[in-house]
């Protein structure tokens, strides 16, 4: 076995040939109006307390608040780029991550079953979730922010892929 060199940990979760379907950017709006949600009323509660005791020390909690939705605002879109999905003739990959990069290969022998869910944040942003379900509890294979359309294309498509793998055991 020869080795040509170190490998790139950027290789790790590029793999070669690979073109990569991205998620609708509705998620990124989705997960901020999510943050928003908790958010703003902190940041107004912080505000009145910081007016009604006139301290100036007080003034930090809002600060703070304001602080962390502003790097969420910057954070959730890189984060929503960063998540992509292939399918291949033998398995799917599943990607995402900035910092803490995860590539995630299903072999479609493996699937059990695949569900499709959307709750009420997301359906009012107009996407859906796919999961992957296999016989290994710890599989995180789910793909966020898919348009419906696309999560019904790919439920179907994944299952009936599924079914041909096991029917060929």
């Known amino acids: 076995m020869t080795s040509s060199g170190p490998v790139s940990t950027d290789a790790l979760f590029q793999p070669a040939d690979i073109v990569w379907t991205p998620v609708s950017p509705r998620l990124a709006a989705a997960r901020l109006t999510v943050a928003a949600i908790v958010l703003v009323p902190l940041l107004v509660a912080g505000v009145v307390w910081a007016v009604l005791t ?37 398995d799917l990959l599943i990607r995402r991550g900035i910092m803490f990069k995860t590539l995630v290969v299903v072999p ?62």
Do not use: K
């Not at 020390?57 to 959730?76: E, K, Q, R, S």
């Not at 898919?146 to 994944?158: G, I, K, N, S, V």
């Open 54 to 90: 006139g301290a100036a020390a007080v003034w930090i909690a809002p600060a703070a608040v304001l602080a962390v939705g502003v790097w969420l605002g910057w954070l959730v879109p890189r984060q929503v780029r960063a998540v992509g999905y292939a399918e291949r003739a033998e």
């Open 108 to 169: 479609y022998g493996r699937m059990q079953y695949v569900d499709v869910n959307a709750g009420p944040v997301d359906r009012s942003f107009g996407i859906a979730a796919v999961q992957l379900h296999t016989a290994a509890p710890n599989t995180d294979a789910s793909i966020h922010g898919l348009r419906p359309e696309e999560a019904a294309r790919l439920r179907d498509r994944l299952a009936s892929r599924g079914e041909a793998r096991l029917a060929g055991l």
